[in-house]
């Protein structure tokens, strides 16, 4: 089965300080791993991915993730926080081989506080 | 960048009502799914569909639900007779491939149903 983590329901840091947002995972397989970005009364906004390749993915909005396969984990990170940044952010994974399932199982969710 | 539209942003119905819920995935995308969010909590999915079929479903998913996709581009959820607790804003998607594409699920703005 597919299962997702995100253990911290709610981060606050300092504007201009580094962030981590925590994922972590259980897939049978290789994973497939996605963030996503939620503004109050809004849809889900794409992020970044992990598909294959590289550990460090970068994104949008200044947002890098790293994919650590050892400790299951794709933690999201930004080096400078910014008050906009304040939303809630969903990770969600999918095991690569889909006959264990085609949908993505999303995180219960971490909402982000930037404070100024 | 292309969108997924859905309508109506907001809907509100009498328990035992049936609803539609209807959405324009991205023309050139193949996978289509439903998504839904109580109260801005944990993302649950619902079901997928990819040529012209439900690939998977959810427990959720319940014979009181169906989807469609009548003429090759609007994309149905109907709920046959509505409770309460089916409340939740319900999100559209789409993918490009069943890996992801560039941008992985892209989500519509969402429908607000409202159950009273």
């Known amino acids: 089965a597919q299962s997702v983590a995100q253990p911290e329901d709610q981060v606050n840091v300092a504007e201009g300080n580094p962030l981590t947002v925590k994922c972590t995972y259980s897939?049978?397989?290789?994973?497939?791993l996605f963030w996503y970005v939620q503004y109050p009364n809004r849809g889900l906004q794409f992020l970044l991915k992990?598909?294959?390749?590289?550990?460090l993915v970068k994104g949008s909005y200044g947002f890098e993730a790293e994919f650590n396969k050892s400790q299951t984990s794709f933690h999201l990170k930004k080096p400078s926080a910014l008050v906009s940044d304040s939303a809630l952010y969903f990770c969600?994974?999918?095991?690569?081989?889909?006959?264990?399932?085609?949908?993505?199982?999303f995180g219960p969710g971490t909402r982000l506080s930037v404070l100024p | 960048e292309p969108e997924v539209t859905q309508t109506p942003s907001h809907q509100v119905t009498q328990m035992g009502q049936e609803v539609i819920l209807r959405c324009v995935p991205i023309?050139?995308?193949?996978?289509f799914y439903w998504y839904r969010q109580i109260l801005g909590q944990k993302v649950e999915f619902l079901v997928s569909?990819?040529?012209?079929?439900?690939?998977?479903k959810s427990e959720i998913f319940d014979d009181q639900f169906s989807v469609e996709r009548p003429d090759g581009s609007n994309f149905t959820l109907k709920i046959r007779s509505t409770k309460l607790e089916d409340s939740a804003m319900y999100f559209c998607?789409?993918?490009?491939?069943?890996?992801?594409?560039?941008?992985?699920?892209?989500f519509g703005s969402g429908t607000r149903l409202t159950v009273v």
């Open positions: 969600a994974v999918r095991d690569q081989n889909y006959n264990y399932g085609q949908n993505f199982v």
């Open positions: 897939v049978s397989g290789n994973p497939y």
């Open positions: 992990y598909i294959t390749g590289d550990n």
């Open positions: 023309s050139n995308h193949l996978y």
């Open positions: 569909f990819y040529n012209n079929e439900i690939s998977e």
């Open positions: 998607a789409s993918m490009e491939t069943v890996t992801g594409g560039r941008y992985g699920y892209t």
